[in-house]
């Protein structure tokens, strides 16, 4: 079946550093990818979608200048965090559509700022 | 507007007894649904899609148009089976929208 690998799983980043999540689609080819955070015991909230050699669709709330995102490719999308702050540690998740198995999720990435 | 209603944050059964997760859902077109389930420590992983009619690891879901629902059903609820299961609709433009989860205990 379809498999998207999500790197890295977890990363400590210090306040006011960026860090760079990286999503890849490694059997398929994927045009759109999607950017979900988790906060603890709550649901998946979409936070953007990502489409190659697009600018991407952030969700209404969702600072673009934070959380950019970079679609360079049909089989990598990266979302990179900037000016991280604590309130922005979140487990983050990115999924792609394939058209055999549909959604296909990564494993996720818990980032913590200190 | 898209949005999907779990009610249940916590459902508590024992092993063998059935089991029902609730979901409903607001679409004003055609949506797509699915059934998602995260295992402890493990990623999120399909579990059902409406459009494909199908039973996965003793589990259905019925589209019901009428009411606005795609409840998740086991006659026998297993330990194993025990996680946290989303509900998700896939609308136009291809995004999903994710219920609030509601994690199953199955008692021994």
């Known amino acids: 079946g379809a498999v998207v690998s999500q790197h890295p799983s977890w990363v400590i980043c210090k306040s006011g550093t960026s860090v760079k999540i990286e999503c890849r689609s490694l059997?398929?080819?994927?045009?759109?990818m999607f950017w979900y955070r988790q906060f603890p015991k709550q649901s998946l909230m979409l936070m953007a979608t990502?489409?190659?050699?697009?600018?991407?669709?952030?969700e209404q709330g969702v600072e673009k200048d934070k959380f950019l995102i970079n679609h360079a490719s049909l089989t990598l999308s990266t979302l990179t965090v900037t000016s991280a702050h604590p309130e922005d540690s979140s487990f983050y998740i990115c999924?792609?559509?394939?058209?055999?198995?549909?959604?296909?999720f990564g494993s996720g990435t818990r980032l913590t700022v200190v | 507007a898209q949005r999907v209603t779990q009610p249940e944050k916590l459902l508590s059964v024992f092993k063998g007894a059935p089991v029902e997760l609730k979901c409903n859902y607001s679409?004003?077109?055609?949506?797509?649904l699915f059934w998602y389930v995260q295992y402890s420590r493990q990623r999120l992983q399909l579990l059902l899609r409406?459009?494909s009619r199908e039973s996965i690891k003793g589990f259905t879901a019925d589209l019901n148009k009428g009411e606005t629902s795609f409840h998740l059903k086991k006659p026998f609820a297993q330990e194993e089976d025990s996680a946290m299961y989303y509900c998700?609709?896939?609308?136009?433009?291809?995004?999903?929208?994710f219920g609030p989860g509601t994690r199953l205990s199955v008692l021994p």
């Open positions: 999924s792609a559509r394939d058209f055999f198995n549909g959604y296909t």
């Open positions: 059997d398929f080819q994927a045009t759109t």
């Open positions: 990502s489409n190659e050699g697009s600018k991407a669709t952030y």
């Open positions: 679409y004003s077109g055609s949506p797509e």
């Open positions: 409406h459009i």
């Open positions: 998700a609709l896939s609308g136009s433009g291809q995004n999903f929208v």
